[in-house]
């Protein structure tokens, strides 16, 4: 470090590489969308692949969407009701009635639909392809050593990056955001779906062989069945993905409630957010507990009779709904809405002009204290230096594979033309991470050690964990405005909530065996944390700071849209500029360059096994020295 320091004092402002709007990177990109564009009607690639695929997902979310429209709002809702019903009863009724029903009260039915039909359609494609690959995958073990590395790089992808490749490939439109939607709610599908199949029981596997079972019979009359809890836990996670992503989507002019929240967040008006962010969360807590209760319901547990009844509830809901959309107008009543834009954004500005001092004091000493400082360090360092730092980093704390990806990918950032922006995206992470894992570390901890304050927290994450991305960013824009704090703060709540699950499991997982001996020896709680509980869960710290800066990254690179700046904005003006398209797809590789360098750095030090401390006292010692009792 002081090797460092020193070199960088004398270095400093040079070989800094700074930003280029019109480098030969994005001119060249730029170039090959003009051909792509030019020549779409006449490449076979296009003709006979890319166009049929284009048309295939635009037909797919058209059916979905006209089909609601055709119900109508009573028709869906009630539909939607009766799924409910029979996923968990006339509680999973109730909730799915009142969640749909709230669409059209917040006064966003018709963009609900819309972004309904465009989840419906990813998630469909997203499990036509990922069960069936997960299901190969768990009973492959080559199959799933060769899908890891692209699973690994896909989730570690922030939402931005999967926008670019799209809009050159399918051009915009609901078909270009359901593929990208598709692609990126994938990964869980296959992921879970593998695991619940690998972790069948081995002795109820070799029982149907033994019997004289095939390979079919025994994944349709073993392996599923014992799995279907798993597999629906798959399914509900498929969806909130898909829910993360389709907000996002609507910068590639995905219809929607995205539209509303991109365009309050380009003007700074809360009061045009708020309805579509409610819809959103509602959208998404509906969803989960649908296929909850889809996942947790035993099919043994109810009688011939019971499910008899079931059925004919859940079918005489959909008839009641049907036939009161007949008599009802085809819009949610007018007079049934709740209009509170006005009063919302009268409230932010009591709250920004009555709170002015503190958050405009937050702000500016975050900003002049660490993100300026920081900022400056990266950006006026020579790129050499910050790359011998990232390669000792990742040499230190993984070795020498992970070394050399992530200098690789580091150094790519700069061939691409963005090294300086990169830094400055790199300045907001590491301004955001920090928090995060202190804040995560501090509450995990409580968690593992407190049960009540488990059972209180539980809820609250599962909230948060079930909210899209854009949602964290509108407390933030209406405390501290559109500024890089905004952008810090907003990745700070959202990365909490995974950091302080992963450290309460670790922590807890912690073998009472060795716990219970820690104690008897005389440590006290504050011993046995420190030395028995932390050491022992050093896996899930790692995995939790890995987590965290990956969750941080991505919310950073949205916050572009707040003023975050660095390769956030670089994205968006590459949608809402053509000229800067060439900009916006280099910055969105970029972001994923940088996401693998941060996870190969904290994924290292996971996968490395612990070094082993040498003896301080070599050589022959005195049966009960002070070093042996020691």
């Known amino acids: 470090m002081a090797l460092t320091v020193a070199v960088y004092l004398l270095f400093r402002g040079s070989a800094t590489l700074p930003h280029n709007d019109d480098a030969a990177p994005f001119r060249l990109i730029g170039d090959v969308r003009d051909w792509m564009d030019a020549n779409r009607n006449e490449s076979p690639v296009f003709l006979f692949l890319v166009n049929y695929v284009r048309l295939l997902v635009g037909g797919l979310y058209d059916a979905l969407h006209l089909t609601l429209l055709i119900l109508g709002w009573a028709g869906t809702i009630s539909l939607a009701g009766a799924l409910g019903w029979l996923a968990g009863s006339w509680r999973g009724a109730v909730t799915t009635l009142a969640g749909f029903g709230a669409f059209g009260v917040l006064g966003v039915w018709r963009e609900s639909a819309d972004t309904l039909a465009l989840v419906l359609a990813a998630v469909l494609l997203s499990l036509l392809v990922g069960l069936p690959l997960g299901v190969w995958a768990g009973r492959s073990v080559r199959l799933r050593r060769l899908l890891a590395p692209l699973l690994d790089a896909m989730q570690i992808m922030p939402t931005f990056a999967y926008l670019a490749p799209m809009v050159l490939f399918f051009q915009i439109g609901p078909a270009s955001a359901t593929v990208a939607t598709m692609v990126y709610s994938i990964p869980p599908a296959i992921r879970i779906t593998a695991l619940a199949v690998e972790r069948v029981s081995p002795a109820a596997v070799e ?17 599923l069945p014992m799995a279907r809890a798993t597999i ?20 590639i002019a995905a219809p929607g409630l995205g539209s509303d929240i991109v365009a309050g967040l380009s003007r700074a008006n809360v009061g045009l957010m708020l309805p579509a962010g409610m819809a959103i969360v509602v959208m998404a807590v509906v969803l989960d507990r649908m296929t909850a209760a889809a996942a947790t319901r035993e099919p043994a547990a109810r009688d011939a009779s019971s499910t008899r009844l079931g059925i004919a509830t859940a079918t005489t809901l959909l008839i009641c709904g049907l036939a009161a959309a007949r008599f009802l107008p085809a819009e949610f009543p007018e007079n049934w809405v709740l209009h509170f834009a006005g009063p919302v954004n009268e409230v932010v500005d009591w709250a920004k002009f009555s709170w002015y001092g503190v958050t405009e004091a937050t702000r ?19 790129w050499w230096l910050v790359t011998g730092v990232v390669l000792v980093a990742a040499w230190r704390s993984g070795g020498l594979g992970p070394a050399v990806t992530a200098v690789c990918c580091l150094l790519t950032t700069a061939l691409l033309g963005v090294w300086q922006h990169t830094m400055e995206t790199l300045t907001t992470v590491l301004a955001g991470v920090v928090p995060a894992l202190a804040a995560g570390l501090v509450l995990g901890v409580a968690a593992a050690r407190s ?10 994450l599962d909230a948060a964990q079930t909210m899209p991305p854009f949602v964290y960013l509108l407390p933030a824009l209406a405390l501290f405005g559109a500024s890089r704090f905004t952008a810090v703060f907003a990745s700070v709540v959202y990365a909490v909530p995974p950091v302080v699950r992963l450290v309460e499991d670790g922590i807890g997982g912690v073998s009472p065996a060795a716990v219970e001996a820690a104690r008897a020896c005389g440590s006290t709680e504050r011993q046995v944390l420190w030395k028995v509980r932390l050491p022992m869960a050093r896996g899930a710290i790692l995995l939790a700071a890995n987590q965290g800066i990956v969750m941080t990254l991505a919310m950073v690179v949205v916050g572009g849209l707040v003023g975050g700046g660095g390769l956030g904005y670089d994205v968006v003006s590459g949608f809402s500029r053509r000229a800067d398209f060439g900009m916006g797809f ?7 360059l940088v996401g ?30 002070h070093e042996d009792r020691t």
């Open 232 to 251: 629906a836990l798959a399914v509900g996670q498929t969806f909130m993905m898909a829910l993360s992503m389709v907000v996002i989507a609507a910068l």
């Open 586 to 592: 280099a910055a969105g590789v970029a972001t994923v």
């Open 364 to 382: 500016n000493i975050a900003t002049e204290t660490v993100l300026n400082p920081v900022q400056n360090v990266l950006t006026t360092a020579p």
């Open 207 to 223: 029982a149907s062989t033994a019997l004289g079972a095939t390979r079919w019979q025994t994944l349709r009359k073993v392996h």
């Open 451 to 460: 049960p009540r304050f488990s059972a209180v927290q539980r809820p609250l």
């Open 596 to 625: 693998i360098t941060l996870d190969r750095i904290t994924r290292g030090a996971d996968e490395r096994p612990s070094r082993k401390v040498p003896r301080k006292f070599p050589g022959k010692r005195r049966r009960g020295s």
